[in-house]
């Protein structure tokens, strides 16, 4: 059995306004070189459940384990082992140009300039966005915005990719082509991927499905035992 990197038992928190969420019943496991989508309807904890796997979020009950840790009181020694994407991705991105975004954490963990410079337009090239290297951010499109933020998460190639809802706003082709950067990584490095996912066609990807209903895990299995349980009514219930 591979390694484990992420775990949540039994999650539950507390919103300042005493809005309650939780995601208990089955634990949330993922191991090395696994893709697993999280399914739901709106409301159902899925983004919660991602800001406590990043320790965003601190849980008044239960427990979450991020490669070994507790992300909530030790993220910084999770380090570049975690590459995410937001749901609101503006939120994420710090560089005045494309390039400088993805330079900015490898020069924050200590990257030679030139070296990280090369990585980024490897990356960039990887997704099909050279083109955009000296673009503004404030310019880019929604779907342009979401693949930056891949960039800057894929290039210190991480153990774990935790995406919420990450294919947003691009078009087909553009989901496709992700997909087959974002397998490369997973066959040659074992990395783990985990999303939150909304959309039905999106589920093509993952191996391994968790369904998240009224704040309980009911369903883990695999991407073909998820359809035979005609459980595709998840994803109506918006």
């Known amino acids: 059995m591979k390694k484990e990197l992420a775990r949540l038992h039994c999650v539950k928190h507390k919103y300042p306004d005493k809005t309650e969420v939780s995601a208990c019943g089955l634990d949330f ?6 893709k697993v989508a999280l399914v739901g309807a709106n409301g159902s904890g899925k983004t919660t459940l991602i800001l ?6 601190e849980p008044t009950e239960g427990k979450v384990s991020l490669l070994g840790v ?14 995410a994407v937001m749901q609101n991705v503006e939120d994420q991105l710090v560089g005045p140009t494309v390039i400088d975004d993805i330079k900015f954490s490898l020069l924050n963990y200590g990257w030679e300039r030139k070296k990280a410079e090369g990585r980024a337009m490897q990356v960039m090239e990887s997704l099909g966005i050279e083109n955009l290297k000296d673009k503004v951010i404030h310019f880019l499109s929604g779907g342009e915005k979401k693949k ?6 894929l290039a210190l190639e991480p153990r774990i990719l935790i995406l919420d809802e990450a294919f947003s706003q691009m078009d087909p082709e553009g989901i496709e082509k992700v997909n087959r950067l974002i397998d490369e990584y997973v066959k040659e490095k074992e990395m ?14 993952f191996e391994k499905i968790y369904l998240l209903e009224d704040g309980e895990i009911v369903y883990s299995g695999s991407q073909k035992e998820f359809e035979k349980e005609d459980l595709d009514n998840q994803f109506c219930r918006h």
């Open 29 to 34: 496991v993922v191991r090395r070189g696994e």
């Open 52 to 57: 406590h796997l990043l320790g965003v979020l």
């Open 70 to 83: 507790n992300p909530a009181e030790k993220f910084s020694e999770v380090g570049s082992g975690v590459g």
């Open 148 to 153: 930056l933020a891949l960039a800057g998460a």
């Open 192 to 205: 783990a991927v985990v999303m939150a996912v909304s959309n039905r066609e999106d589920l093509k990807y």
